[in-house]
């Protein structure tokens, strides 16, 4: 029997009978501000190049950066809850949060002003924020009371993997290692293939197994769309980066094949929990807002799939065959930027500090606009999609600018949302 499991709050884990939440849900909110920040500089960033597309920093910002930020904040608390144990430390905690937003930092100041050997150690303090991020998630929730989500422990660790060897090829081509610099050409694809599929989409789809749940009000389910899901994506990204470095082309065609499948089984998984689901009697207007987005993120990301399949499908191993292009506007903005806002318009007045009232204020403030922003969020991630595919430049920045502006308001009302209930507090 599928079950309902509470991500609001976890039992005092063994051996720890007077664990600070307080401390956790203080580290939930700064990094979930972090990342919404670093949010903002991507789209800062878009916006002084020029261009949506093709441009290293914002892609980097907003993924490294605000997904990455986001993925070392609330995995480790998520894998907790789940097992019903004890969070670490709050310094171990953020200083984990700290350790991936200077390698972002450090990594974009040495890619665009500084020496190769600066981006390196920038792409080495991400790795090791990583690290830290396995750490403070999974070794306290061994300690935990409750029953363990396999499925979802099995996910986390393959895109810690994942998100691992992509920047370690990265830093390895900044250090100007032979076998891969001078092969680069050919591995930048297996790259962006690691971190977007095997890393980003993969932590963010192990979240959606319970956080879609707990969101729309149904159960959490077991089934084979997980096992399809976490090998799809946790195994098939990996194998498309090793086709790359062979130059085998039915190997990056199996891979991909493995993502695309991995993408259309969390759609079948949120279609079955949908069907399935009860309904809200309170807060409806902020519930629709986290409900519309997640479900929306979670049809791009089988768009996405399907546009970033299409150049090794037809190319094989050929690396022209892979534009970033035709991802930017489906699997970034559509999929892995809504579901983090998404995601944090229910976690704040869930899992945030403050009480009922701080809470309350909060889901009016992030209920501000909802079908508004949702409208453009959406309407802007296509047109910025149509116009990647069929390159007509004017309708990807009308697209663009479109997200933007949605993005611009998210994070002001999240912004807003945490002011008043410090208000609220303070009266």
Known sequence: MPQLISLTSSPT???????????????????????????????VAAVVSGSAEGSWLPLHLALAGAAGIAIGTMLPHFLVSLAAASPAPAWRRRAGIVVLAMGVITAAVGMNSGPRALAAAGGISYIIGLAMTAWTGFAPARAGLGRRAG?????????????????????????????????????????????????????????????????????????????????????????????????????????????????FALVVYAAATWRARGAWR?????????????????AWFAVGAVAMAWGPLAAGADPAGWQLSRVWGPWVAGWALQVLVGSWTHLLPAVGPGDAVRHSLQRVWLTRGGPVRFVAWNLGTALLSLGAWLSVTPVAIVGAVTVGAAVMGSVGLLVGAVLAGRGADAN
Do not use: C, Q
């Open 13 to 43: 884990g063994r051996g720890s009978r007077t664990a600070d939440r307080g401390a956790e849900r203080r580290t939930v909110l700064g990094g979930l501000l972090l990342a919404a920040g670093f949010l903002i500089a991507g789209l």
């Open 151 to 263: 499925i979802v422990d099995a996910a986390y660790g393959l895109a810690l993997l994942n998100g691992g060897a992509s920047v370690l090829l990265a830093v390895l081509m900044l250090l100007g290692a032979d076998s891969v610099a001078g092969a680069w050409v050919a591995l930048k694809p297996a790259h962006a293939w690691l971190n977007l599929a095997g890393f980003v989409s993969l932590v963010i789809a192990g979240t959606l197994v319970h956080l879609y749940p707990t969101v729309i009000g149904g159960r959490i389910r077991v089934d084979w769309t997980l096992s399809v899901l976490v090998l799809g994506l946790g195994i098939g990204a990996p194998v498309v980066a090793i086709g790359y470095a062979l130059e085998t082309g039915v190997v990056v065609i199996v891979g991909t094949l493995g993502v695309v499948a991995g993408a």
């Open 282 to 298: 309170t807060e409806l207007a902020w519930h629709r807002v986290a409900i519309s987005h997640l479900n929306a993120g979670i």
